[in-house]
């Protein structure tokens, strides 16, 4: 079993739509991150959070501890939103990434 | 802005041949990381580096595989026999301090043969 677990694994959406992309995670954290892999294979830190919400631009990121989940949300989503989205989690003592499989949004306009 | 660097950013070697990637990190970081992608499938720790040693390593990460932070800054992993599955993008990160964000670099695409 898949220590970090996201849906959807693939997403379209109409230009201006809203997304969202759950993460949910079965170990202990201390934070979570999440990334943003172009197409080239480059990846992008977004978010670290070990609590509540994060916004930047059009980009929410929201963290449960108590649930063990997490969101990222697009809102009024662009064709240059198109990636893989990748949710991270840093596990208790320890700075290593566990990752999640990536969720694929294709923004088309 | 600062930016972590990473050289070649495509290596293609015969199998059993040794290869080494070389990663510049941020200049005033002080955590290193390899990670790997193989192709399709999800990022995967290899080693994690900090205080001239080696803090947390991977199970992939088996004897044939090294790293070093030779001069102050550059960073090195190598593999001393490359096997078919060790094809994969290699990405190196920094971070300055615990609990901090880490920053990627671009990658090396490595192919074995």
């Known amino acids: 079993k898949n220590e970090v677990e996201q849906s959807p694994q693939n997403l379209t959406a109409q230009e201006g739509e809203f997304i969202t992309i759950n993460c949910s995670y079965s170990?202990?954290?201390?934070?979570l991150h999440w990334l943003q892999q172009h197409p080239g294979g480059g990846i992008v830190s977004l978010f670290m959070?070990?609590?509540g919400k994060k916004k930047h631009g059009r980009l929410i990121a929201t963290i449960n501890i108590q649930e063990k989940h997490s969101s990222l949300h697009i809102t009024a989503s662009h064709p240059r939103d198109s990636a893989v989205y990748i949710c991270?989690?840093?596990?208790?003592?320890?700075?290593?990434?566990?990752f999640g499989t990536g969720t694929r949004l294709q923004v088309f306009p | 802005e600062p930016e972590v660097t990473q050289t070649p950013s495509h290596q293609v070697t015969q199998m059993g041949q040794e290869v080494i990637l070389r990663c510049v990190p941020i200049?005033?970081?002080?955590?290193f990381y390899w990670y790997r992608q193989i192709l399709g499938q999800k990022v995967e720790f290899l080693v994690s580096f900090y205080n001239n040693e080696i803090s947390e390593k991977s199970e992939i990460f088996d004897d044939q595989f090294s790293v070093e932070r030779p001069d102050g800054s550059n960073f090195t992993l190598k593999i001393r026999s490359t096997k078919l599955e060790d094809s994969a993008m290699y990405f190196c990160?920094?971070?300055?301090?615990?609990?901090?964000?880490?920053?990627f670099g671009p990658g090396t695409r490595l192919l074995v043969l």
């Open positions: 959070l070990s609590s």
């Open positions: 200049s005033n970081h002080l955590y």
């Open positions: 991270a989690v840093v596990s208790y003592n320890t700075d290593k990434l566990i």
């Open positions: 170990v202990g954290i201390s934070a």
């Open positions: 990160a920094s971070q300055q301090g615990r609990q901090e964000t880490q920053y």
